[in-house]
């Protein structure tokens, strides 16, 4: 049937009304943030694979292996130096299949660091028990509102096919 609210039968036009008040009051619960753009490899990151480089002795198997990448990059356009190698590497010099991302986490994982768990950035990003009930409640009253419009057709067909 109809959405019936605490009140009553609700027209269309009272359901968008609320939907809108809803949506507002959802709204302002959030908090804006600065997104992130991405301005270049770390200094960190820089020292992290300077240092593998380094410690590899600047060995092209050990490395190519090390960083999954192919060898033949890597002696199509030799590093000069750890410094070169790390520029090189993580401007995607290197990369052939390896996405940055990927490239990113084994470099992570050489220099011993760890990162964030999905856990922790799930819960940076994640709403507010009144923001998913408030949602809830907008889409209930959305599928009602579709589920009267749909009815009052059948209705209007009906009153058709009997002259009425």
């Known amino acids: 049937g109809a959405y019936a609210g605490a009140f009553g039968p609700k027209t269309k036009q009272e359901i968008v009304a609320q939907l809108r008040q809803d949506l507002n009051t959802a709204r302002q619960g959030l908090k804006r943030t600065a997104t992130k753009t991405f301005s270049g490899p770390t200094e960190e990151e820089l020292i992290a694979v300077s240092t593998v480089f380094?410690?590899?002795?600047g060995d092209l198997a050990k490395i190519s292996?090390?960083?999954s990448v192919p060898?033949?990059?890597l002696?199509?356009?030799p590093p000069r130096n750890a410094r070169d190698f790390a520029?090189?590497?993580l401007s995607g010099a290197y990369?052939?299949?390896l996405s940055e991302a990927m490239l990113r986490e084994r470099i992570a994982k050489t220099a011993g660091r760890q990162k964030r768990s999905q856990e922790a950035v799930a819960a940076s990003v994640a709403a507010t028990t009144e923001q998913?009930?408030?949602v809830e409640r907008m889409y209930a009253k959305a599928q009602a509102a579709a589920v009267h419009d749909d009815e009052a057709e059948f209705f209007h067909r009906l009153a058709a096919a009997f002259n009425g």
């Open 95 to 97: 990369t052939s299949e």
């Open 132 to 134: 998913i009930v408030a």
């Open 87 to 89: 520029d090189k590497l």
């Open 75 to 77: 002696r199509e356009n």
């Open 54 to 57: 380094t410690r590899m002795q």
């Open 65 to 67: 292996k090390a960083y």
């Open 71 to 73: 060898l033949a990059l």
